[in-house]
């Protein structure tokens, strides 16, 4: 049994647009409807539903046979496996979907036992994400292929550098009718000039791609404190659908039609934190970091705004924007790590492998990036704080000069 929804703008006539929500459906006499919230039985063999609001008339349609959404997640690290915990307990509450959720895993032997059978018999992942339960339907696979298998929304959650290879394993692979989100932060820049995660995968795989981005730290998403966060979509229905995984009462999900600003926000907020670790770690001061945050996030929009049109201003208010960049900028891994960077001496290979527990560091490689797409199109001085965090953490700048050239 599965739940088909369609929504029109009710200015049409009544019979219009309600021919409009059913017609792609199924084929059906309508004999009586009308607009209340419980099902209405006509002569078709499905209930329906229909209902109003100020703008919108929406038909829902049980219909049997329709295949569910199958959901895989791609990736198991920290934050994975936060989000696993949400989708694993929202697809078995919601008939829409498959109660199964497949989870990629990287094999690695820990603890004397492979990770896909601790976290397959202990239901948690000891490494990335320890004394945090998953649900019980959430099933680590090794194999890649394996664990895309029918699946109808995949979702990524990989370090940005490992996106293309990937890819390149799922090509022609995938199901008929995948749709995928990306909750990677990062850019790519490997054919030259800026593009998008989600551009990569949509090229590679030929789908359709959303995105997800907020002021979520893993570890407290797990512990289930309340946040919030923001999908970026180009198609509605595709965002809804991804909506119904992830949104609960303590994970507050919005949906906004900017894919491009909600991703180049979590992309370089992390940048911004490297500049925000070392003004903590130089002992500057509250009033210090609020500048630096604040010239930050301009540079975000600047950038944002520059090479990518249809970038919306308000999408820098919602999570994905300046609540994710102040989050980052206190609580994050890159700026702990640009933090001891400056007290300790220590590189920042040194600091990863010390620190961060088998994860990835992205916001030096962000900077670096950026950088890059700056100097083909001589544009570094009009970003002189990306150029700044770039300089210190590449070519030896000291980092209290981070103050004195922007």
Same mark, same amino acid.
């Given at each position: 049994?599965?739940?088909?929804?369609?929504?029109?703008?009710?200015?049409?006539?009544?019979?219009?647009?309600?021919?409009?929500?059913?017609?792609?459906?199924?084929?059906?006499?309508?004999?009586?409807?009308?607009?209340?919230?419980?099902?209405?039985?006509?002569?078709?063999?499905?209930?329906?539903?229909?209902?109003?609001?100020?703008?919108?008339?929406?038909?829902?349609?049980?219909?049997?046979?329709?295949?569910?959404?199958?959901?895989?997640?791609?990736?198991?690290?920290?934050?994975?496996?936060?989000?696993?915990?949400?989708?694993?307990?929202?697809?078995?509450?919601?008939?829409?979907?498959?109660?199964?959720?497949?989870?990629?895993?990287?094999?690695?032997?820990?603890?004397?036992?492979?990770?896909?059978?601790?976290?397959?018999?202990?239901?948690?992942?000891?490494?990335?994400?320890?004394?945090?339960?998953? *649900?019980?339907?959430? &099933? #680590?696979?090794? $194999?890649?292929?394996?664990? +895309? /298998?029918?699946?109808?929304? %995949?979702?990524? !959650?990989?370090?940005?550098?490992?996106?293309?290879?990937?890819?390149?394993?799922?090509?022609?692979?995938?199901?008929?009718?995948?749709?995928?989100?990306?909750?990677?932060?990062?850019?790519?820049?490997?054919?030259?000039?800026?593009?998008?995660?989600?551009?990569?995968?949509?090229?590679?795989?030929?789908?359709?791609?959303?995105?997800?981005?907020?002021?979520?730290?893993?570890?407290?998403?797990?512990?289930?404190?309340?946040?919030?966060?923001?999908?970026?979509?180009?198609?509605?229905?595709?965002?809804?659908?991804?909506?119904?995984?992830?949104?609960? *009462?303590?994970?507050? &999900? #919005?949906?906004? $039609?900017?894919?491009?600003? +909600? /991703?180049?926000?979590?992309? %370089?907020?992390? !940048?911004?934190?490297?500049?925000?670790?070392?003004?903590?770690?130089?002992?500057?001061?509250?009033?210090?970091?609020?500048?630096?945050?604040?010239?930050?996030?301009?540079?975000?929009?600047?950038?944002?705004?520059?090479?990518?049109?249809?970038?919306?201003?308000?999408?820098?208010?919602?999570?994905?924007?300046?609540?994710?960049?102040?989050?980052?900028?206190?609580?994050?891994?890159?700026?702990?790590?640009?933090?001891?960077?400056?007290?300790?001496?220590?590189?920042?290979?040194?600091?990863?492998?010390?620190?961060?527990?088998?994860?990835?560091?992205?916001?030096?490689?962000?900077?670096?990036?950026?950088?890059?797409?700056?100097?083909?199109?001589?544009?570094?001085?009009?970003?002189?704080?990306?150029?700044?965090?770039?300089?210190?953490?590449?070519?030896?700048?000291?980092?209290?000069?981070?103050?004195?050239?922007?």
């Amino acid at each position: 049994m599965s739940v088909i929804t369609r929504s029109v703008n009710n200015r049409q006539p009544f019979f219009t647009f309600f021919s409009a929500l059913a017609s792609p459906i199924t084929h059906w006499q309508i004999h009586r409807c009308t607009l209340h919230s419980a099902p209405v039985y006509t002569r078709s063999r499905f209930p329906l539903k229909l209902t109003l609001s100020r703008s919108t008339y929406t038909l829902t349609v049980t219909m049997p046979g329709t295949p569910k959404e199958k959901v895989c997640l791609i990736g198991s690290g920290n934050w994975g496996s936060a989000i696993a915990k949400i989708v694993g307990r929202n697809v078995l509450q919601n008939h829409e979907y498959d109660n199964e959720v497949r989870m990629w895993v990287y094999e690695e032997i820990v603890q004397g036992q492979r990770l896909t059978e601790l976290i397959n018999t202990r239901h948690e992942n000891v490494k990335y994400l320890p004394d945090v339960k998953l *649900p019980e339907n959430i &099933v #680590a696979v090794p $194999d890649l292929l394996q664990s +895309v /298998e029918g699946a109808t929304l %995949l979702v990524f !959650v990989i370090p940005h550098q490992f996106v293309k290879g990937v890819c390149e394993q799922l090509k022609g692979k995938i199901h008929h009718n995948a749709r995928a989100i990306s909750l990677i932060k990062g850019v790519d820049i490997s054919k030259g000039g800026l593009h998008l995660i989600s551009d990569l995968i949509k090229e590679n795989l030929d789908i359709d791609v959303s995105v997800l981005m907020g002021a979520n730290i893993a570890s407290e998403v797990a512990m289930e404190n309340f946040c919030e966060s923001t999908i970026g979509c180009t198609d509605r229905l595709n965002g809804e659908a991804f909506w119904k995984i992830f949104h609960t *009462p303590y994970f507050r &999900v #919005a949906i906004v $039609d900017d894919v491009a600003g +909600v /991703e180049l926000c979590g992309a %370089l907020k992390n !940048v911004v934190a490297i500049g925000a670790g070392f003004i903590d770690g130089l002992k500057m001061g509250e009033n210090s970091k609020a500048a630096i945050i604040r010239i930050g996030l301009m540079e975000m929009k600047k950038f944002a705004k520059t090479f990518y049109s249809g970038v919306k201003d308000e999408t820098f208010f919602e999570s994905c924007g300046v609540a994710d960049v102040i989050t980052t900028c206190f609580g994050g891994r890159n700026r702990r790590v640009a933090e001891a960077r400056v007290r300790t001496g220590k590189s920042f290979e040194t600091l990863e492998k010390e620190m961060l527990n088998g994860q990835k560091l992205q916001g030096t490689l962000t900077a670096k990036e950026v950088n890059e797409i700056l100097r083909t199109k001589n544009m570094v001085e009009q970003f002189p704080f990306f150029t700044a965090v770039y300089r210190i953490c590449y070519e030896g700048l000291p980092p209290k000069s981070l103050v004195e050239v922007i």
